[in-house]
Protein backbone atom coordinates (compact mmCIF):
# COMPACT_ATOMS: atom_id res chain seq x y z
CA UNK A 1 0.00 0.00 0.00
CA UNK A 2 1.51 3.75 -0.97
CA UNK A 3 2.68 5.66 1.98
CA UNK A 4 -0.42 8.54 1.07
CA UNK A 5 -2.47 5.85 1.04
CA UNK A 6 -2.04 4.74 4.38
CA UNK A 7 -2.21 7.78 5.34
CA UNK A 8 -5.41 8.74 4.24
CA UNK A 9 -6.78 5.41 5.59
CA UNK A 10 -4.84 6.23 9.18
CA UNK A 11 -6.59 9.64 9.18
CA UNK A 12 -10.06 8.50 8.23
CA UNK A 13 -9.98 5.84 11.05
CA UNK A 14 -8.28 8.72 13.67
CA UNK A 15 -11.00 10.53 12.85
CA UNK A 16 -13.78 8.05 13.60
CA UNK A 17 -12.04 7.57 16.73
CA UNK A 18 -11.58 11.46 17.73
CA UNK A 19 -15.54 11.58 17.10
CA UNK A 20 -16.63 8.49 18.86
CA UNK A 21 -18.10 7.19 15.54
CA UNK A 22 -18.49 3.19 15.67
CA UNK A 23 -19.31 2.24 12.06
CA UNK A 24 -21.36 -0.63 13.34
CA UNK A 25 -22.70 1.49 16.15
CA UNK A 26 -25.92 1.91 12.92
CA UNK A 27 -28.43 2.80 15.26
CA UNK A 28 -28.62 6.51 15.57
CA UNK A 29 -29.15 6.80 11.62
CA UNK A 30 -27.58 6.12 8.77
CA UNK A 31 -24.10 8.00 8.23
CA UNK A 32 -23.17 5.80 5.11
CA UNK A 33 -24.14 7.83 2.04
CA UNK A 34 -28.10 8.78 0.88
CA UNK A 35 -29.72 6.32 0.54
CA UNK A 36 -31.70 3.75 2.97
CA UNK A 37 -30.24 1.46 5.15
CA UNK A 38 -29.78 -1.96 3.10
CA UNK A 39 -31.18 0.13 -0.15
CA UNK A 40 -28.00 0.64 -2.45
CA UNK A 41 -28.13 4.06 -1.69
CA UNK A 42 -30.41 4.58 -4.80
CA UNK A 43 -32.95 7.21 -5.73
CA UNK A 44 -36.33 5.58 -4.90
CA UNK A 45 -39.30 6.36 -3.27
CA UNK A 46 -39.09 5.86 0.43
CA UNK A 47 -39.33 7.39 3.63
CA UNK A 48 -36.57 10.11 4.63
CA UNK A 49 -34.26 8.30 6.51
CA UNK A 50 -32.77 11.00 8.25
CA UNK A 51 -33.67 12.99 11.36
CA UNK A 52 -32.28 16.05 10.29
CA UNK A 53 -34.87 18.34 9.31
CA UNK A 54 -35.29 18.99 5.44
CA UNK A 55 -34.10 22.53 4.80
CA UNK A 56 -36.97 24.85 4.22
CA UNK A 57 -37.22 25.03 0.47
CA UNK A 58 -35.34 27.50 -1.34
CA UNK A 59 -36.64 29.67 -4.19
CA UNK A 60 -34.89 27.22 -6.35
CA UNK A 61 -37.29 24.77 -5.56
CA UNK A 62 -40.80 24.50 -5.86
CA UNK A 63 -42.40 23.95 -2.05
CA UNK A 64 -45.72 22.78 -3.22
CA UNK A 65 -44.17 20.00 -5.38
CA UNK A 66 -41.21 18.80 -3.31
CA UNK A 67 -40.05 15.92 -4.65
CA UNK A 68 -40.60 13.15 -1.39
CA UNK A 69 -37.87 10.93 -2.27
CA UNK A 70 -35.06 13.27 -2.67
CA UNK A 71 -35.31 15.28 0.60
CA UNK A 72 -33.73 12.95 2.86
CA UNK A 73 -30.17 14.06 4.23
CA UNK A 74 -30.87 17.82 2.60
CA UNK A 75 -30.76 19.96 6.06
CA UNK A 76 -27.31 21.66 6.82
CA UNK A 77 -25.17 22.15 10.33
CA UNK A 78 -26.79 25.51 12.21
CA UNK A 79 -24.93 28.25 10.93
CA UNK A 80 -23.66 27.22 7.66
CA UNK A 81 -23.13 29.84 4.95
CA UNK A 82 -26.15 29.22 2.25
CA UNK A 83 -24.17 28.78 -0.69
CA UNK A 84 -21.82 26.34 0.62
CA UNK A 85 -24.08 23.96 3.19
CA UNK A 86 -22.58 21.90 5.02
CA UNK A 87 -22.32 17.80 6.28
CA UNK A 88 -22.91 16.78 9.47
CA UNK A 89 -19.43 15.22 10.76
CA UNK A 90 -20.29 11.47 11.06
CA UNK A 91 -21.49 10.98 7.28
CA UNK A 92 -18.28 13.13 6.48
CA UNK A 93 -16.75 10.38 8.62
CA UNK A 94 -18.74 7.86 6.34
CA UNK A 95 -17.62 9.04 3.26
CA UNK A 96 -14.03 9.36 4.12
CA UNK A 97 -13.91 5.78 5.01
CA UNK A 98 -15.64 4.55 1.99
CA UNK A 99 -13.06 6.75 -0.01
CA UNK A 100 -9.68 5.64 2.01
CA UNK A 101 -11.78 1.76 1.77
CA UNK A 102 -11.83 2.58 -1.71
CA UNK A 103 -8.40 3.54 -2.78
CA UNK A 104 -7.21 0.76 -0.84
CA UNK A 105 -8.82 -1.72 -2.95
CA UNK A 106 -7.90 -0.04 -6.36
CA UNK A 107 -4.40 -0.44 -5.15
CA UNK A 108 -5.06 -3.49 -4.17
CA UNK A 109 -7.06 -5.11 -7.94
CA UNK A 110 -5.30 -2.69 -10.21
CA UNK A 111 -1.77 -1.31 -8.79
CA UNK A 112 -0.77 0.27 -12.11
CA UNK A 113 -4.02 2.18 -12.76
CA UNK A 114 -3.58 5.97 -11.10
CA UNK A 115 -6.50 6.75 -8.61
CA UNK A 116 -7.43 9.40 -10.86
CA UNK A 117 -7.98 7.10 -13.99
CA UNK A 118 -11.49 5.37 -14.32
CA UNK A 119 -11.86 1.78 -13.61
CA UNK A 120 -14.16 -0.14 -15.96
CA UNK A 121 -16.88 -1.67 -14.05
CA UNK A 122 -16.59 -5.50 -15.43
CA UNK A 123 -17.42 -8.30 -13.22
CA UNK A 124 -14.57 -9.71 -13.15
CA UNK A 125 -13.03 -6.09 -11.01
CA UNK A 126 -16.18 -5.69 -9.19
CA UNK A 127 -15.59 -9.81 -8.07
CA UNK A 128 -12.20 -9.00 -7.49
CA UNK A 129 -13.01 -5.77 -5.52
CA UNK A 130 -15.42 -7.10 -3.32
CA UNK A 131 -12.87 -9.97 -2.19
CA UNK A 132 -9.94 -7.44 -1.84
CA UNK A 133 -12.35 -5.19 0.63
CA UNK A 134 -12.85 -8.66 2.42
CA UNK A 135 -9.24 -9.23 2.95
CA UNK A 136 -8.39 -5.69 4.02
CA UNK A 137 -11.18 -5.92 6.54
CA UNK A 138 -10.05 -8.73 7.52
CA UNK A 139 -6.37 -7.88 8.05
CA UNK A 140 -7.32 -5.24 10.23
CA UNK A 141 -6.42 -2.06 7.87
CA UNK A 142 -9.91 -0.65 6.96
CA UNK A 143 -12.92 -0.87 9.25
CA UNK A 144 -16.31 -2.02 7.81
CA UNK A 145 -19.18 -1.44 9.13
CA UNK A 146 -21.81 -4.63 9.63
CA UNK A 147 -25.10 -5.52 9.55
CA UNK A 148 -27.53 -3.48 7.62
CA UNK A 149 -25.50 -1.12 6.70
CA UNK A 150 -22.33 -3.04 5.13
CA UNK A 151 -24.32 -2.95 1.66
CA UNK A 152 -25.16 0.47 1.49
CA UNK A 153 -21.07 0.80 2.81
CA UNK A 154 -20.30 -2.06 -0.05
CA UNK A 155 -22.10 -0.15 -2.53
CA UNK A 156 -20.28 3.80 -1.66
CA UNK A 157 -16.93 1.83 -2.23
CA UNK A 158 -17.59 0.45 -5.68
CA UNK A 159 -19.11 3.61 -6.56
CA UNK A 160 -15.58 5.11 -6.15
CA UNK A 161 -13.81 2.38 -6.93
CA UNK A 162 -15.54 2.36 -10.75
CA UNK A 163 -17.07 5.91 -11.10
CA UNK A 164 -17.82 9.35 -9.60
CA UNK A 165 -18.31 8.32 -5.94
CA UNK A 166 -22.10 10.03 -4.30
CA UNK A 167 -22.47 10.87 -8.32
CA UNK A 168 -23.54 7.31 -9.41
CA UNK A 169 -26.39 6.72 -7.91
CA UNK A 170 -28.15 10.24 -8.89
CA UNK A 171 -26.43 9.12 -12.69
CA UNK A 172 -27.96 5.66 -12.23
CA UNK A 173 -31.45 7.74 -11.86
CA UNK A 174 -32.93 8.13 -15.18
CA UNK A 175 -35.49 10.37 -14.11
CA UNK A 176 -32.76 12.80 -13.49
CA UNK A 177 -31.79 14.93 -16.45
CA UNK A 178 -29.38 17.18 -15.04
CA UNK A 179 -27.54 17.40 -11.72
CA UNK A 180 -25.72 20.76 -10.61
CA UNK A 181 -23.27 20.42 -7.94
CA UNK A 182 -22.39 23.14 -5.90
CA UNK A 183 -19.58 22.78 -3.52
CA UNK A 184 -19.47 19.68 -2.05
CA UNK A 185 -22.37 19.89 0.17
CA UNK A 186 -25.17 21.24 -2.55
CA UNK A 187 -26.31 18.75 -5.20
CA UNK A 188 -29.50 20.05 -7.31
CA UNK A 189 -30.64 17.91 -9.44
CA UNK A 190 -33.63 18.27 -12.37
CA UNK A 191 -36.72 15.55 -12.49
CA UNK A 192 -39.54 16.29 -14.74
CA UNK A 193 -38.31 19.72 -15.29
CA UNK A 194 -38.10 20.93 -11.90
CA UNK A 195 -35.27 21.68 -10.00
CA UNK A 196 -35.21 19.73 -6.37
CA UNK A 197 -32.10 19.68 -3.89
CA UNK A 198 -30.96 15.93 -3.52
CA UNK A 199 -29.30 15.67 -0.31
CA UNK A 200 -26.35 13.77 -1.66
CA UNK A 201 -23.17 15.15 -0.42
CA UNK A 202 -19.29 15.13 -1.02
CA UNK A 203 -16.94 14.79 2.13
CA UNK A 204 -15.50 17.69 1.25
CA UNK A 205 -13.57 20.00 -1.49
CA UNK A 206 -10.64 17.40 -2.14
CA UNK A 207 -13.25 14.14 -2.74
CA UNK A 208 -15.34 16.24 -5.21
CA UNK A 209 -12.24 17.22 -6.80
CA UNK A 210 -11.32 13.78 -6.91
CA UNK A 211 -14.33 13.13 -8.79
CA UNK A 212 -14.05 15.80 -10.74
CA UNK A 213 -10.42 14.89 -12.40
CA UNK A 214 -11.88 11.25 -12.88
CA UNK A 215 -14.07 13.01 -15.48
CA UNK A 216 -11.49 14.79 -16.90
CA UNK A 217 -7.96 12.58 -17.35
CA UNK A 218 -9.52 10.29 -20.06
CA UNK A 219 -10.42 13.62 -22.02
CA UNK A 220 -6.42 14.92 -21.79
CA UNK A 221 -7.17 17.60 -19.52
CA UNK A 222 -5.79 18.93 -16.66
CA UNK A 223 -8.17 20.46 -13.87
CA UNK A 224 -6.16 22.94 -11.87
CA UNK A 225 -5.92 26.47 -10.46
CA UNK A 226 -4.16 27.44 -13.77
CA UNK A 227 -6.90 25.07 -15.38
CA UNK A 228 -10.16 26.04 -13.70
CA UNK A 229 -12.80 25.78 -16.39
CA UNK A 230 -13.53 22.26 -17.79
CA UNK A 231 -15.80 21.76 -20.73
CA UNK A 232 -16.17 17.93 -21.59
CA UNK A 233 -18.35 14.76 -21.47
CA UNK A 234 -18.66 11.63 -19.45
CA UNK A 235 -18.54 8.30 -21.82
CA UNK A 236 -22.21 8.08 -22.21
CA UNK A 237 -22.21 11.30 -23.79
CA UNK A 238 -23.52 13.32 -21.23
CA UNK A 239 -22.09 16.85 -21.06
CA UNK A 240 -20.19 18.35 -18.04
CA UNK A 241 -19.02 21.51 -17.52
CA UNK A 242 -16.79 22.17 -14.06
CA UNK A 243 -15.41 25.29 -12.37
CA UNK A 244 -12.77 24.71 -9.47
CA UNK A 245 -10.59 27.02 -7.08
CA UNK A 246 -10.08 29.79 -8.19
CA UNK A 247 -12.76 30.47 -10.40
CA UNK A 248 -15.31 28.71 -7.96
CA UNK A 249 -15.88 30.53 -5.16
CA UNK A 250 -17.85 28.23 -2.78
CA UNK A 251 -16.14 25.48 -3.80
CA UNK A 252 -16.06 22.96 -6.71
CA UNK A 253 -18.41 23.21 -8.98
CA UNK A 254 -20.15 20.59 -11.17
CA UNK A 255 -23.07 20.78 -13.71
CA UNK A 256 -24.14 17.89 -15.96
CA UNK A 257 -26.53 17.53 -18.85
CA UNK A 258 -27.53 14.05 -18.77
CA UNK A 259 -27.42 12.28 -22.12
CA UNK A 260 -30.34 10.46 -23.19
CA UNK A 261 -30.25 7.62 -25.90
CA UNK A 262 -34.10 8.00 -26.22
CA UNK A 263 -34.04 11.49 -28.16
CA UNK A 264 -37.52 12.85 -27.95
CA UNK A 265 -39.38 12.86 -31.16
CA UNK A 266 -41.61 15.51 -32.39
CA UNK A 267 -44.63 12.85 -31.94
CA UNK A 268 -43.38 12.86 -28.33
CA UNK A 269 -43.48 16.84 -28.10
CA UNK A 270 -46.85 17.08 -29.39
CA UNK A 271 -47.93 14.25 -26.58
CA UNK A 272 -46.13 16.81 -24.16
CA UNK A 273 -48.32 19.33 -25.69
CA UNK A 274 -45.03 21.36 -26.23
CA UNK A 275 -46.74 22.20 -29.88
CA UNK A 276 -49.90 21.38 -31.84
CA UNK A 277 -50.03 18.65 -34.64
CA UNK A 278 -50.29 21.55 -36.82
CA UNK A 279 -47.32 23.16 -35.74
CA UNK A 280 -45.11 20.15 -35.83
CA UNK A 281 -46.22 19.66 -39.84
CA UNK A 282 -45.64 22.98 -40.34
CA UNK A 283 -41.98 22.90 -39.27
CA UNK A 284 -41.70 19.85 -41.35
CA UNK A 285 -42.65 21.89 -44.25
CA UNK A 286 -40.43 24.50 -43.39
CA UNK A 287 -37.20 22.09 -43.17
CA UNK A 288 -38.45 20.04 -46.57
CA UNK A 289 -38.84 22.87 -48.48
CA UNK A 290 -35.23 24.28 -47.49
CA UNK A 291 -35.96 27.10 -44.80
CA UNK A 292 -33.66 28.44 -42.65
CA UNK A 293 -34.21 28.47 -39.16
CA UNK A 294 -32.91 29.21 -35.91
CA UNK A 295 -33.38 28.14 -33.31
CA UNK A 296 -34.28 30.40 -29.91
CA UNK A 297 -34.41 29.95 -26.69
CA UNK A 298 -32.67 29.90 -23.16
CA UNK A 299 -30.14 27.69 -21.56
CA UNK A 300 -32.33 23.87 -21.65
CA UNK A 301 -35.08 25.47 -23.10
CA UNK A 302 -35.44 22.40 -25.63
CA UNK A 303 -33.48 23.93 -28.25
CA UNK A 304 -31.17 21.03 -29.29
CA UNK A 305 -33.74 18.66 -28.83
CA UNK A 306 -35.65 20.44 -31.59
CA UNK A 307 -33.24 21.04 -34.36
CA UNK A 308 -32.66 16.95 -33.31
CA UNK A 309 -36.36 16.73 -34.39
CA UNK A 310 -36.66 19.02 -37.10
CA UNK A 311 -33.55 17.62 -38.60
CA UNK A 312 -35.51 13.97 -38.68
CA UNK A 313 -37.47 15.76 -41.48
CA UNK A 314 -34.34 16.31 -43.74
CA UNK A 315 -34.82 13.84 -47.05
CA UNK A 316 -32.11 11.54 -46.95
CA UNK A 317 -30.76 12.88 -49.80
CA UNK A 318 -29.42 16.25 -48.08
CA UNK A 319 -25.77 15.78 -47.46
CA UNK A 320 -25.83 17.60 -43.83
CA UNK A 321 -22.32 18.58 -42.11
CA UNK A 322 -23.14 19.12 -38.53
CA UNK A 323 -20.95 21.17 -36.08
CA UNK A 324 -20.90 21.49 -32.37
CA UNK A 325 -18.77 22.24 -29.28
CA UNK A 326 -19.98 18.37 -27.76
CA UNK A 327 -22.01 16.43 -30.48
CA UNK A 328 -24.90 16.24 -28.95
CA UNK A 329 -27.38 15.94 -32.55
CA UNK A 330 -28.46 12.71 -34.07
CA UNK A 331 -28.87 12.51 -37.41
CA UNK A 332 -30.17 9.23 -38.84
CA UNK A 333 -29.60 10.07 -42.32
CA UNK A 334 -26.29 8.50 -43.97
CA UNK A 335 -24.96 11.29 -45.65
CA UNK A 336 -24.12 13.30 -42.74
CA UNK A 337 -20.36 14.16 -41.39
CA UNK A 338 -20.61 15.42 -38.04
CA UNK A 339 -17.83 17.93 -36.82
CA UNK A 340 -16.72 18.43 -33.59
CA UNK A 341 -14.66 21.62 -32.40
CA UNK A 342 -11.02 20.75 -30.81
CA UNK A 343 -9.98 22.59 -27.27
CA UNK A 344 -6.18 23.31 -26.25
CA UNK A 345 -4.83 20.27 -23.72
CA UNK A 346 -1.27 20.26 -22.51
CA UNK A 347 -0.28 17.48 -25.08
CA UNK A 348 -1.35 19.36 -27.91
CA UNK A 349 -2.08 23.01 -27.81
CA UNK A 350 -3.86 23.52 -30.99
CA UNK A 351 -7.43 25.11 -30.52
CA UNK A 352 -10.62 24.55 -33.60
CA UNK A 353 -13.29 26.54 -32.83
CA UNK A 354 -16.66 26.23 -34.49
CA UNK A 355 -16.03 28.79 -36.83
CA UNK A 356 -12.91 27.19 -37.95
CA UNK A 357 -15.24 24.15 -38.66
CA UNK A 358 -18.01 26.14 -40.73
CA UNK A 359 -15.38 27.25 -43.16
CA UNK A 360 -14.25 23.77 -43.74
CA UNK A 361 -17.93 22.64 -43.95
CA UNK A 362 -17.97 24.99 -46.84
CA UNK A 363 -15.24 23.10 -48.70
CA UNK A 364 -17.09 19.57 -47.78
CA UNK A 365 -19.74 19.94 -50.66
CA UNK A 366 -22.58 20.02 -48.22
CA UNK A 367 -26.95 21.38 -48.74
CA UNK A 368 -27.04 22.35 -45.26
CA UNK A 369 -25.07 22.77 -42.10
CA UNK A 370 -26.05 22.99 -39.09
CA UNK A 371 -24.55 24.36 -36.27
CA UNK A 372 -25.97 22.93 -32.45
CA UNK A 373 -25.01 26.38 -31.35
CA UNK A 374 -24.29 30.49 -32.55
CA UNK A 375 -22.46 32.31 -29.47
CA UNK A 376 -19.61 34.29 -31.17
CA UNK A 377 -18.57 35.07 -34.35
CA UNK A 378 -19.15 32.23 -36.34
CA UNK A 379 -22.72 33.27 -36.54
CA UNK A 380 -21.29 36.10 -39.39
CA UNK A 381 -20.25 32.56 -41.40
CA UNK A 382 -23.06 30.78 -40.75
CA UNK A 383 -25.25 33.81 -42.55
CA UNK A 384 -23.19 33.68 -44.92
CA UNK A 385 -23.25 29.92 -45.84
CA UNK A 386 -27.00 30.51 -45.58
CA UNK A 387 -27.29 33.08 -48.56
CA UNK A 388 -25.04 31.77 -50.31
CA UNK A 389 -26.66 28.19 -51.24
CA UNK A 390 -27.17 26.27 -48.40
CA UNK A 391 -30.75 26.80 -47.81
CA UNK A 392 -32.21 24.68 -45.14
CA UNK A 393 -29.48 25.39 -42.33
CA UNK A 394 -30.53 25.57 -38.96
CA UNK A 395 -29.04 26.69 -35.86
CA UNK A 396 -29.65 28.00 -32.32
CA UNK A 397 -28.91 30.87 -30.51
CA UNK A 398 -29.76 32.45 -26.87
CA UNK A 399 -32.47 34.77 -26.81
CA UNK A 400 -35.78 35.05 -25.00
CA UNK A 401 -38.26 35.82 -27.85
CA UNK A 402 -38.23 35.88 -31.88
CA UNK A 403 -37.43 40.03 -31.90
CA UNK A 404 -34.21 39.84 -29.56
CA UNK A 405 -33.48 36.52 -31.21
CA UNK A 406 -32.66 39.01 -34.29
CA UNK A 407 -30.74 41.48 -32.15
CA UNK A 408 -28.79 38.57 -30.77
CA UNK A 409 -27.86 37.44 -34.19
CA UNK A 410 -26.95 41.25 -34.81
CA UNK A 411 -24.07 41.49 -31.88
CA UNK A 412 -22.84 37.71 -32.68
CA UNK A 413 -22.19 39.17 -35.96
CA UNK A 414 -20.55 42.11 -34.49
CA UNK A 415 -18.30 39.56 -32.56
CA UNK A 416 -16.89 38.29 -36.21
CA UNK A 417 -14.83 41.69 -36.28
CA UNK A 418 -15.82 41.88 -39.59
CA UNK A 419 -16.70 45.66 -38.89
CA UNK A 420 -20.18 45.71 -41.06
CA UNK A 421 -21.88 48.94 -40.86
CA UNK A 422 -25.48 47.70 -38.74
CA UNK A 423 -27.99 48.14 -42.13
CA UNK A 424 -25.42 45.71 -43.56
CA UNK A 425 -25.77 42.99 -41.07
CA UNK A 426 -29.48 43.25 -40.48
CA UNK A 427 -29.76 42.86 -44.64
CA UNK A 428 -27.56 40.05 -44.11
CA UNK A 429 -29.93 38.48 -41.22
CA UNK A 430 -33.45 38.85 -42.82
CA UNK A 431 -32.34 37.51 -46.49
CA UNK A 432 -30.62 34.47 -44.59
CA UNK A 433 -32.95 33.69 -42.07
CA UNK A 434 -36.27 32.67 -42.95
CA UNK A 435 -37.82 31.51 -39.52
CA UNK A 436 -37.22 31.56 -35.69
CA UNK A 437 -38.87 28.99 -33.51
CA UNK A 438 -38.54 30.11 -30.11
CA UNK A 439 -38.65 27.55 -27.32
CA UNK A 440 -39.40 28.32 -23.94
CA UNK A 441 -38.66 26.46 -20.46
CA UNK A 442 -42.12 27.90 -18.74
CA UNK A 443 -42.47 28.78 -15.33
CA UNK A 444 -43.70 25.52 -14.01
CA UNK A 445 -41.06 23.34 -15.90
CA UNK A 446 -42.78 22.71 -19.37
CA UNK A 447 -40.73 23.06 -22.67
CA UNK A 448 -43.11 24.91 -25.34
CA UNK A 449 -42.50 26.11 -28.62
CA UNK A 450 -44.01 29.48 -27.75
CA UNK A 451 -43.46 31.16 -31.48
CA UNK A 452 -43.25 30.12 -34.57
CA UNK A 453 -41.79 33.74 -36.59
CA UNK A 454 -41.19 34.33 -40.03
CA UNK A 455 -38.66 36.71 -40.59
CA UNK A 456 -40.64 38.69 -43.66
CA UNK A 457 -38.42 41.56 -44.94
CA UNK A 458 -36.63 45.17 -43.55
CA UNK A 459 -38.54 48.13 -44.02
CA UNK A 460 -36.01 50.88 -43.49
CA UNK A 461 -34.04 49.42 -41.13
CA UNK A 462 -36.77 47.76 -38.84
CA UNK A 463 -36.80 43.62 -39.72
CA UNK A 464 -40.51 43.14 -40.08
CA UNK A 465 -41.10 39.98 -38.21
CA UNK A 466 -44.73 37.63 -38.75
CA UNK A 467 -45.87 35.36 -35.91
CA UNK A 468 -47.64 32.15 -37.55
CA UNK A 469 -48.04 30.26 -34.48
CA UNK A 470 -47.73 31.39 -30.82
CA UNK A 471 -48.14 29.87 -27.53
CA UNK A 472 -51.58 32.58 -25.51
CA UNK A 473 -49.94 32.13 -22.14
CA UNK A 474 -53.36 32.92 -19.77
CA UNK A 475 -51.84 32.74 -16.18
CA UNK A 476 -51.48 29.58 -13.61
CA UNK A 477 -53.70 27.04 -12.84
CA UNK A 478 -54.55 26.35 -9.37
CA UNK A 479 -52.44 23.17 -9.70
CA UNK A 480 -49.17 25.61 -10.45
CA UNK A 481 -49.54 24.59 -14.34
CA UNK A 482 -49.31 27.29 -16.63
CA UNK A 483 -52.52 27.96 -18.50
CA UNK A 484 -52.47 28.62 -21.72
CA UNK A 485 -52.61 27.07 -25.79
CA UNK A 486 -50.89 26.89 -28.77
CA UNK A 487 -52.78 28.68 -31.53
CA UNK A 488 -52.05 29.84 -35.59
CA UNK A 489 -52.38 34.05 -35.54
CA UNK A 490 -54.11 34.41 -38.53
CA UNK A 491 -51.30 35.31 -40.27
CA UNK A 492 -50.29 33.61 -43.74
CA UNK A 493 -46.72 32.96 -44.42
CA UNK A 494 -45.15 34.75 -47.31
CA UNK A 495 -43.65 31.87 -48.16
CA UNK A 496 -46.92 30.20 -48.66
CA UNK A 497 -46.35 29.22 -52.36
CA UNK A 498 -42.83 27.72 -52.25
CA UNK A 499 -44.24 25.19 -49.30
CA UNK A 500 -46.92 24.66 -51.83
CA UNK A 501 -44.39 23.93 -54.24
CA UNK A 502 -42.84 20.82 -52.03
CA UNK A 503 -46.64 19.51 -51.43
CA UNK A 504 -47.70 21.82 -48.27
CA UNK A 505 -50.41 22.89 -49.40
CA UNK A 506 -51.75 24.13 -46.37
CA UNK A 507 -55.26 25.21 -46.40
CA UNK A 508 -56.39 28.71 -45.14
CA UNK A 509 -58.18 27.45 -42.15
CA UNK A 510 -54.60 26.01 -41.13
CA UNK A 511 -53.50 29.65 -40.42
CA UNK A 512 -56.93 31.34 -39.03
CA UNK A 513 -56.67 32.03 -35.79
CA UNK A 514 -58.73 29.69 -34.19
CA UNK A 515 -59.60 29.73 -30.12
CA UNK A 516 -59.39 26.42 -28.27
CA UNK A 517 -62.59 24.27 -28.11
CA UNK A 518 -63.70 25.63 -31.54
CA UNK A 519 -63.20 23.95 -34.87
N1 LIG B 1 -40.60 19.59 -25.16
C1 LIG B 1 -39.95 19.02 -24.15
N2 LIG B 1 -40.64 18.42 -23.17
C2 LIG B 1 -39.99 17.85 -22.13
N3 LIG B 1 -38.66 17.81 -21.98
C3 LIG B 1 -37.93 18.38 -22.94
C4 LIG B 1 -38.52 19.02 -24.06
N4 LIG B 1 -37.54 19.52 -24.83
C5 LIG B 1 -36.38 19.22 -24.21
N5 LIG B 1 -36.60 18.52 -23.08
C6 LIG B 1 -35.60 18.07 -22.14
O1 LIG B 1 -35.01 19.24 -21.56
C7 LIG B 1 -33.62 19.09 -21.39
C8 LIG B 1 -32.90 20.23 -22.08
O2 LIG B 1 -33.14 20.15 -23.47
P1 LIG B 1 -32.10 20.66 -24.57
O3 LIG B 1 -32.75 20.44 -25.88
O4 LIG B 1 -30.78 20.05 -24.35
O5 LIG B 1 -32.06 22.21 -24.19
P2 LIG B 1 -31.10 23.39 -24.76
O6 LIG B 1 -30.41 22.89 -25.98
O7 LIG B 1 -32.04 24.52 -25.03
O8 LIG B 1 -30.16 23.73 -23.65
C9 LIG B 1 -33.27 17.72 -21.93
O9 LIG B 1 -33.19 16.85 -20.84
C10 LIG B 1 -34.44 17.36 -22.82
O10 LIG B 1 -34.66 15.97 -22.88
MG1 LIG C 1 -28.39 22.80 -26.39
Redesign the pocket.
Known amino acids: MSRTLADRLSRAQAEISRRGLDPNAGKSGNPFGGGRPGGGGRLGPGKPISREAPRPPSPAMSSSREHPFLMDLVADEEGAAPQRGSIKPERKTAIHLAVAASDAVRVDIAPDDPLDAPLPRTEQLVTDAKAALQRLAKAREISVPKGEYLKTFMGDVLDEIFGYGPLEKVLSNDKITEVMVNGPYIVFVEVEGQIYESGYKFADDEHLEKVIRRIATPLDRPVDIDHPLLDGRLPDGSRVNAVVRPCAIDGPNLTIRRFSLEKLQIRDLIDFKSMTPEMGKFLEALVVSKKNVVISGGTGSG??TLINCMSGFIPSGDRVVTIEDAA?LQLKQRNVVRLETKKPSPNSTTEVTIRDCVRNALRMRPERIIV??CRGGECLDMLQAMNTGHDGSMT?VHSNNPRSCVSRLETLVMMAGADLPIDVVRRQIVDAVHFIVQASRLRDGSRKVTYITEVVRLEGDMPILSDIFKFEDKGDLPNGKVDGFHAATGNRPVCVESLKQKGFDFPPEFYARRLPGRR
Open positions: KTEGET
